[in-house]
């Protein structure tokens, strides 16, 4: 599959004209391209998608904030956006008891943004919202979940201290009938097909991507930096999170498959707490450390597989309910890009990626997501090394190049987001880098398939942001073969500013309330 992907967001000019003629009252955007979709061939840009407010469906299943939601709909349309990304809460739509969906708040915007001209990006979020960075709502797993993970406490991930983490199931009971007679992953295949059955007539044509949650924030990773409670600030190492009875049972059996039965009965030990620093822990010293024994590279081997068995079965289940839907499928991996120029990675090795000095830990994800035809989706691409911690050696840069060179190998279409709003021109700058695969390595052929950007919030809508994102979104359409200098752009979005001010300002407005 190449790395290219426009034909998922992009309809063909008769589809275009039949819904103008549909719609004639839809809106014309900044590129004064026609009411859905954009020529991706000619003009080889990375369509922009901006992900909705976490809260904007609300307990009751409805739309939170409508005029301010319709107002910023239109605006961002207007904008020359591609769409929108939207989480699909688990808790919200099944909150109440197992196999019963109230879709209500969800059909409402699927609607709003259909009206408006905009695509969908849908996240099947199976995690619970509250206790990550920027989560500014408490959405917790389905009630009956929360029962269940009551009568049977290792059906969350447990570090070695005991403490358990509620954000999302463990992996390590996936295939195992722990929710009233389903396991896991049969309750995420069931959700997503109610989710097919009741969207089918917006899929592939509104609904053009379905982003599957895997993890703590969405993310196929091991929840190993909770910030709830202040059990972990940046930029710590974090903790494995193996201990679990679900988890040990399968690492004694690999111990015991190993020939090293003596491996098998905890994880290591001496990998220090939350908030040490590499140097700190023994198990992550750069000489000698636990890490790069015999014992660390068979441990972390069976800890990052399990993730990415978890991965291929999620993945496995989400081919078949949406085959011939005509959507993509998408999995987002966390950027974790502190420790990044330790020998041991030590953030990375506690979350699930097996990356260290001498091995690459994102092609093994990015080559199970090519078998499965899945878009690799990656997070801070905003990020610039010197504007981080040096003391903390964190490296965005160098960790998304990383991973570009990685899906480029793997032949995987790559996605983006920023980790952290940003409004300025540099942050912009760095992104449009980034989405054109402007690295030492690249063929230079490549480019990302589409970037969502956070998040839609009044700060947007403010004056100098809203200039700044309007070039910003021009520029990522022009795409790499662009004639125009960014002047001329920066004019051509000045001029449009000016006529949508109002329109954003009522946004703006609606938004505060």
Known sequence: MGLNCPEIYFQNKKEKKKELKANPNATQSISGAESTGHKASGAGGVPVFVMMPLDSVTMNNSVNRKKAMNASLQALKSAGVEGIMMDVWWGLVERESPGSYNWGGYNELIEMAKKHGLKVQAVMSFHQCGGNVGDSCTIPLPKWVGEEIDKDNDLAYTDQWGRRNYEYISL??????????????????????????????????????????????????????????????????GAFQCFDKYMLSSLKAAAEAAGKPEWGSTGPTDAGHYNNWPEDATFFKKDGGGWSTEYG???????????????ESILSSTKSVFENTGVKISVKVAGIHWHYGTRSHAPELTAGYYNTRNR?????????????GAIFNFTCIEMRDHEQPQDAQCLPEKLVRQVALATQKAQVPLAGENALPRYDETAHDQILQAAAFNFEGSSGENQMCAFTYLRMNPHLFQADNWRHFVAFVKKMKEGKKAHKCWEQVEREAEHFVHVTQPLVQEAAVALMH
């Open 172 to 237: 390590g009971c996936d295939s195992i009938p722990v929710l009233k007679g389903r396991t896991p992953i049969q309750c995420y295949a069931d959700f997503m097909r109610s989710f097919r059955d009741n969207f089918k007539d917006h899929l592939g044509d509104t609904i053009v991507e379905i982003q599957v949650g895997m993890g703590p924030a969405g993310e196929l990773r091991y929840p190993s930096y909770p910030e709830q409670n202040g059990t972990w600030r940046f930029p710590g190492i």
């Open 297 to 311: 590279e068979f441990f972390l081997t069976w800890y990052s597989q399990l993730l990415l068995n978890h991965g």
């Open 360 to 372: 690459d830990g994102y092609l093994p994800i990015a080559q199970m997501l090519a078998r499965h």
